[in-house]
């Protein structure tokens, strides 16, 4: 084992960690690629492209063994584009130092979220934390008024854990229902109340809290960019948006949402909602600019974190709430591969 880590560490790599979570992760863009050969039934990638991909790595990112995400970028894209980001280097070498782990894990914490972003981030109806009890202003309360609290709320509640991913734990559940004694007992919870959405957004599918993902960068100059935007909504009766839980998704560029949404691996699923029928060209959102906006003013608001992905929300009256933030790793290579890429040059 000596020798091996010896080799590693010679070959560029800090330790055995650092060397296998490069060897996965292009293990699995090796493994999309072929994916998405195989959908489209012919490669972009040939051996001259291939070589101007490599040289382009070793010329941006110090080593050509970067080449695999960016070719399975480009095979998902049609062409090999400049600027792009292999995901990586985002992963082990860009997102280390945009957003410093310890800062970055306080984006998963949602039981603080009301406080960090008041006014923006949904307002819970309770909280448990340490196993206690809290109301939204912190104030310690029992069982049996958190239990009141359910039952006054009345209609459908949302229960998240603290460092749930990708909207896996959520549990949706009528407030009569709820049994203290069986809640997860190994997580603290934000309870909120379910959110009625805008019409039109419950009308392209009312299954699922339909979110904009907005992907926010603080600048070396200290300014706020907004590098991408695009609307996520649920299919098939799932009940959360997420593209990793087989949702889709429409980019929205200048303003305008495309007229034809995509899948996780980045393929177009159509121009109207596979279950509601809703043309998504019939989308109109008069909020946009607040929407960018609000994103902007709430990453100053914490700008030890310089890259930021917003999930937010329209509400049946329009207001726009965040539902979350994600600063540990947004998801970046479906969204840089399809619609970027995010920086013009090395971001570093």
């Given at each position: 084992?000596?020798?091996?880590?010896?080799?590693?560490?010679?070959?560029?790599?800090?330790?055995?960690?650092?060397?296998?979570?490069?060897?996965?992760?292009?293990?699995?863009?090796?493994?999309?690629?072929?994916?998405?050969?195989?959908?489209?039934?012919?490669?972009?990638?040939?051996?001259?492209?291939?070589?101007?991909?490599?040289?382009?790595?070793?010329?941006?990112?110090?080593?050509?063994?970067?080449?695999?995400?960016?070719?399975?970028?480009?095979?998902?894209?049609?062409?090999?584009?400049?600027?792009?980001?292999?995901?990586?280097?985002?992963?082990?070498?860009?997102?280390?130092?945009?957003?410093?782990?310890?800062?970055?894990?306080?984006?998963?914490?949602?039981?603080?979220?009301?406080?960090?972003?008041?006014?923006?981030?949904?307002?819970?109806?309770?909280?448990?934390?340490?196993?206690?009890y809290y109301d939204s202003n912190q104030n310690k309360i029992d069982q049996a008024k958190f239990k009141e609290l359910l039952n006054e709320h009345?209609?459908?509640?949302?229960?998240?854990?603290?460092?749930?991913?990708?909207?896996?734990?959520?549990?949706?559940?009528?407030?009569?229902?709820?049994?203290?004694?069986?809640?997860?007992?190994?997580?603290?919870?934000?309870?909120?109340?379910?959110?009625?959405?805008?019409?039109?957004?419950?009308?392209?599918?009312?299954?699922?809290?339909?979110?904009?993902?907005?992907?926010?960068?603080?600048?070396?100059?200290?300014?706020?960019?907004?590098?991408?935007?695009?609307?996520?909504?649920?299919?098939?009766?799932?009940?959360?948006?997420?593209?990793?839980?087989?949702?889709?998704?429409?980019?929205?560029?200048?303003?305008?949402?495309?007229?034809?949404?995509?899948?996780?691996?980045?393929?177009?699923?159509?121009?109207?909602?596979?279950?509601?029928?809703?043309?998504?060209?019939?989308?109109?959102?008069?909020?946009?600019?607040?929407?960018?906006?609000?994103?902007?003013?709430?990453?100053?608001?914490?700008?030890?974190?310089?890259?930021?992905?917003?999930?937010?929300?329209?509400?049946?009256?329009?207001?726009?709430?965040?539902?979350?933030?994600?600063?540990?790793?947004?998801?970046?290579?479906?969204?840089?591969?399809?619609?970027?890429?995010?920086?013009?040059?090395?971001?570093?």
């Amino acid at each position: 084992m000596n020798r091996k880590v010896g080799k590693i560490v010679r070959g560029g790599f800090e330790s055995f960690e650092n060397w296998r979570n490069y060897t996965n992760s292009r293990k699995k863009a090796h493994d999309i690629r072929e994916r998405i050969v195989k959908r489209k039934g012919v490669a972009v990638v040939d051996k001259k492209l291939l070589k101007i991909i490599k040289e382009y790595s070793l010329d941006i990112f110090g080593s050509a063994d970067y080449w695999p995400w960016l070719a399975t970028y480009t095979e998902l894209r049609g062409r090999f584009m400049e600027g792009w980001v292999p995901d990586d280097f985002y992963t082990y070498e860009l997102i280390p130092l945009l957003n410093p782990r310890p800062l970055a894990m306080l984006s998963t914490i949602k039981t603080f979220d009301h406080r960090l972003f008041d006014g923006f981030a949904i307002k819970p109806l309770a909280i448990r934390i340490s196993g206690q009890y809290y109301d939204s202003n912190q104030n310690k309360i029992d069982q049996a008024k958190f239990k009141e609290l359910l039952n006054e709320h009345g209609t459908e509640v949302v229960i998240k854990k603290d460092g749930g991913p990708s909207g896996r734990g959520i549990i949706f559940i009528d407030p009569v229902n709820v049994q203290i004694e069986h809640l997860p007992d190994d997580f603290d919870l934000v309870i909120q109340p379910r959110v009625e959405q805008y019409e039109q957004l419950n009308k392209l599918y009312p299954h699922s809290v339909n979110t904009f993902r907005v992907f926010s960068y603080l600048s070396p100059a200290g300014n706020v960019e907004i590098k991408a935007v695009l609307l996520r909504f649920g299919v098939g009766g799932s009940r959360i948006d997420n593209i990793m839980s087989g949702g889709s998704y429409l980019p929205l560029k200048n303003g305008v949402l495309n007229s034809v949404s995509y899948d996780g691996l980045g393929f177009e699923t159509g121009k109207a909602h596979p279950d509601t029928g809703f043309i998504f060209e019939d989308l109109k959102f008069p909020f946009i600019n607040e929407l960018l906006d609000n994103c902007k003013k709430a990453h100053l608001k914490f700008p030890y974190l310089r890259f930021v992905g917003w999930d937010v929300c329209i509400t049946k009256g329009g207001e726009l709430k965040l539902i979350e933030w994600n600063a540990r790793s947004p998801t970046f290579w479906r969204y840089e591969a399809k619609i970027g890429p995010f920086w013009n040059e090395k971001p570093v």
